[in-house]
């Protein structure tokens, strides 16, 4: 099946220590995201790729990265974790129609800071 | 500023009975309206999109209205199952075209037996 994957379900890490989220996609869409969603709190956009563009949200602090090395997959690197960055980490994808923009997406990567 | 409110209360129904969640926004045009649905630890699962020139939108037991004069939209769940018990999710685009989404903080559906 068709489908978004993320890896590690769960991270943990230390305060400052810096770590990769990865997610990959075998739907070939070319939009993929990446939302950071606390508890009971709506997902977050922190930016996106259309295919090769990188597009930044004006709030993402800088201590977030991504990188898209090829269509099917994309990372999320977190320079220096603080504990308010503890969260779930969210990997969507969408096909960047210009009609509907539907978002599939992983099942998410639980970070935790110690 | 812009905003989309989901009733943070939860809502607790008993099985058989028609749910019914809001989704109201202030500041926005959308194009378009999306209802997900997430599970306690997973990825939101979309259900449903309504465009702005549509009223009503029906998949199975799922109901969808949107009105652009309230800026608000309904979502309904016909006969529930403790099956149905989750978040949901309502999502905005902003544009027509291509745009990315904003969602809600959602509304915790708890269906009891």
């Known amino acids: 099946d068709a489908m978004v994957i993320q890896n590690p379900r769960y991270q943990v890490t230390q305060f400052g220590k810096p770590v990769t989220l990865s997610c990959s996609q075998t739907?070939?869409?070319?939009?993929m995201y990446w939302y950071q969603q606390k508890s009971s709190q709506a997902p977050k956009l922190l930016f996106h790729y259309y295919d090769k563009d990188f597009n930044n949200e004006a709030d993402t602090p800088d201590n977030f990265q991504s990188r898209r090395p090829n269509t099917s997959f994309c990372f999320l690197d977190i320079r220096s974790p603080g504990l308010g960055d503890a969260a779930m980490y969210l990997c969507?994808?969408?096909?960047?129609?210009?009609?509907?923009?539907?978002?599939?997406f992983g099942p998410g990567t639980r970070l935790l800071v110690l | 500023s812009q905003k989309i409110e989901q009733n943070s209360e939860a809502l607790n129904i008993q099985e058989g009975k028609t749910a019914t969640l809001t989704c109201n926004y202030t500041?926005?045009?959308?194009?378009?309206l999306q209802w997900y649905r997430q599970d306690p630890g997973r990825g939101p699962v979309f259900l449903l999109l309504?465009?702005?020139?549509?009223k009503e939108k029906r998949k199975e037991r799922l109901k969808v209205t949107f009105d652009t004069t309230l800026k608000q939209s309904l979502f309904h769940i016909t006969a529930s199952q403790p099956a149905d018990s989750a978040t949901y999710l309502c999502?905005?685009?902003?544009?027509?075209?291509?745009?990315?989404?904003?969602f809600g903080k959602g509304t915790m559906l708890l269906v009891s037996p």
């Open positions: 309504i465009r702005e020139n549509e």
């Open positions: 969507a994808t969408s096909r960047g129609d210009r009609e509907q923009e539907t978002q599939y």
């Open positions: 999502a905005l685009a902003p544009n027509s075209g291509y745009s990315t989404l904003t």
């Open positions: 739907l070939n869409h070319n939009v």
């Open positions: 500041n926005y045009s959308p194009a378009y």
